[in-house]
């Protein structure tokens, strides 16, 4: 172990080498390569007749662009691919490439490194190009478990590599040859030892806290989906996790009857808030951070200080246990829902009730404030999802029925979309202008019992009994709109037909988990666009029939290859002209035709 953290710690020395290396040049060293068919790239670099050559080559494009590039002709560039070619070399005869780092003795070194590059943008870039050149040169992979969603893979050639974990969702995947693959969906990651019952956004949306039966609370770094902290203090399982408005403090409550209030910065414990005499369902800051709200199987709402940790108040009216609580915007108004089928609006000044709202026909799992506070939704185990007008108290409209029990529901910052979550294992997505279905998000195993959207709207949150935390992209679908007209160029080039009434906003196939947190290494594949290639493992089994049941879409021909050819051609001129980070280009690109190829797919389906 220890001589597999030298390794891992010279090689992030490794990869710091390439510190002062022009990101463009990784580009230009691409086109160069394969349009010489270099195959053996490290021999090809280390001869100094093509090193000359290069040179030349590199500084001829330069020269094409005219002026705007002349005074770059002072850039060392023998010294930059001299660098490289180092790197490469040394990479190659190292260590590293040559063990099993999917085996659970190499996980701490695996995150030591990640930990020791993953903020240095040159480091990521070079591994972008390392990536490529996989397509000429397979004998510097190493992945197990990698995130590569919405990434552009065509091309790339892997042998022998593990894909247990691997996050494919809605990547680019032309021309691939994958073989000897290794997928064993076995316990690599180590996350939840219990269901996950309630996640919730930090403030500034760079965190999610998760609470579960095995009596934790664990706060996650959602750009990563690695765990930050674990959080211990109560006895029994967590209910609820809630932060309060300004992000400093943590609430949380439990089956032990107990509430806890923790420093988020800290980590510690602020205050055990001790009043109710059952389990404890529900917890919620007010606006203003100074009141927290719960609910219990007891039948009672408290109010607490937060200050000081006293309970300022008890709410009684309930026959049944209270499952959920929801602050109004403006902290005036408490909602509650009952297992005694009823929703319950109290005052917050007086703790009198304002109005009672029966409809549903069973106990009420969930209620949450639209953010101009007029409307509450809330679901049941009665399968519905209501909407109520706050002032009167009267239904506004029913969004359909989950098949099973529904858990939760959360309200979007711009107050447009609903989510929920249920026990059929969905979550949904709901047009509360037109009461209509946007999506269904498929990919837990178990019950959801918990949704939560971050604060820009952009991403959905998901606790399930399947002990994992899914989080889901939402940015995708504001931004297909804006590409209408660049969609309807392609497909008329490609000769295929396209329904004008058809809005890429609404397409469900579009939604997939960009990070998933869980016990297992779970393989991820949705709305993936594969063209030819092959995915073969070990035993000689084709893959894409497992690919295809992930949710991939398998493109039949080269029906596309005029427009694909030209949107390269153009990312090759942009790219030697332009001054733009090399990543925000490859990541244009890959929205881009993720964006074109889902569109084909919702319209002619799956090919294969």
């Known amino acids: 172990m220890d001589q597999t953290f030298q390794d891992q710690e010279a090689l992030a020395d490794i990869y710091t080498q390439v510190k002062d290396v022009d990101e463009q040049l990784f580009g230009v060293l691409l086109e160069i390569i394969r349009k010489e068919k270099v195959y053996d790239y490290i021999r090809y670099l280390l001869d100094n007749g093509n090193q000359k050559h290069l040179e030349e080559q590199i500084l001829q494009q330069r020269e094409n662009l005219k002026q705007a590039y002349n005074e770059m002709k002072l850039y060392d560039f023998r010294k930059n691919i001299q660098q490289i070619t180092d790197v490469l070399k040394k990479i190659k005869d190292h260590k590293f490439n040559k063990k099993d780092y999917s085996n659970e003795e190499n996980q701490e070194s695996i995150k030591d490194l990640i930990k020791r590059i993953r903020y240095n943008k040159k480091i990521i870039e070079f591994l972008y190009f390392l990536v490529q050149l996989t397509s000429l040169d397979n004998t ?132 055990k808030l001790i009043g109710h005499t059952n389990f404890v369902n529900s917890v919620c800051f007010s606006p203003d951070g100074n009141t927290l709200a719960s609910g219990s199987s007891d039948m009672s709402i408290c109010l607490w200080d937060v200050k000081t940790g006293q309970q300022k108040a008890q709410i009684d009216g309930h026959t049944s246990g209270v499952l959920s609580v929801c602050f109004s915007p403006d902290g005036n108004t408490l909602a509650s829902g009952s297992s005694d089928k009823s929703i319950c609006l109290w005052d917050v000044k007086t703790g009198q009730q304002k109005a009672q709202i029966d409809g549903h026909t069973s106990g009420v799992f969930s209620v949450c404030f639209s953010p101009d506070g007029n409307t509450l939704a809330s679901c049941s185990k009665d399968l519905s999802i209501r909407l109520w007008d706050v002032k009167t108290g009267q239904q506004k409209a029913q969004l359909g029925v989950h098949q099973l029990s529904v858990n939760s529901v959360c309200f979007s910052p711009d107050g447009n979309t609903l989510a929920s979550g249920s026990w059929d294992k969905s979550i949904r ?143 090759n001129q942009v790219f030697i002209s332009s001054t733009l980070h090399l990543h925000y280009i490859r990541q244009k690109i890959s929205i881009y035709f993720s964006k074109v190829f889902l569109s084909f797919q919702k319209n002619v389906g799956n090919i294969y």
Not at 192 to 216: E, K, P
Not at 460 to 483: F, T, V, Y
């Open 140 to 271: 510097l992979i190493q992945c197990v478990g990698a995130n590569f969603f919405r990434c552009n893979l065509s091309g790339s050639e892997f042998n022998n590599v593990n894909i247990s974990g691997m996050n494919m969702n809605r990547a680019l995947l032309l021309n691939c040859k994958w073989n000897n693959l290794r997928i064993q969906e076995l316990n690599q990651l180590k996350g939840h030892g219990g269901f996950v019952r309630s996640v919730c956004f930090s403030l500034d949306g760079n965190t999610v806290a998760s609470g579960q039966d095995d009596n934790s609370i664990r706060l996650w770094d959602i750009k990563t989906g690695q765990q930050k902290a674990k959080l211990h203090g109560h006895t029994n399982g967590i209910n609820s996790v809630c932060f309060s408005p300004d992000g400093i403090k943590l609430a949380s409550s439990s089956f032990d009857n107990f509430i806890r209030l923790w420093d988020v910065k800290t980590r510690k414990k602020m205050a």
């Open 429 to 571: 997505l709901w047009n509360v202008k037109t009461r209509s279905q946007k999506a269904k998000l498929d990919g837990h195993d178990e019950p959801v019992t918990s949704v939560c959207f971050s604060l820009d709207g952009n991403t959905l949150a998901s606790g399930s009994w399947d002990k994992s935390i899914r989080l889901w992209d939402l940015k995708i679908g504001q931004e297909d709109k804006s590409l209408d007209k660049h969609n309807k160029d392609v497909l008329i080039q490609s000769k295929i037909s396209f329904q004008k009434n058809s809005p890429l906003s609404e397409d469900i196939s579009i939604y997939t988990t960009k990070v998933l947190i869980s016990q297992k290494a779970i393989f991820q594949a949705q709305g993936a666009l594969i063209l030819k290639g092959e995915f073969i493992n070990k035993s000689g089994i084709d893959l894409k029939k497992l690919l295809k049941k992930k949710g991939s879409c398998f493109l039949k021909s080269l029906q596309y290859k005029y427009s694909y050819n030209k949107f390269l051609k153009f990312f």
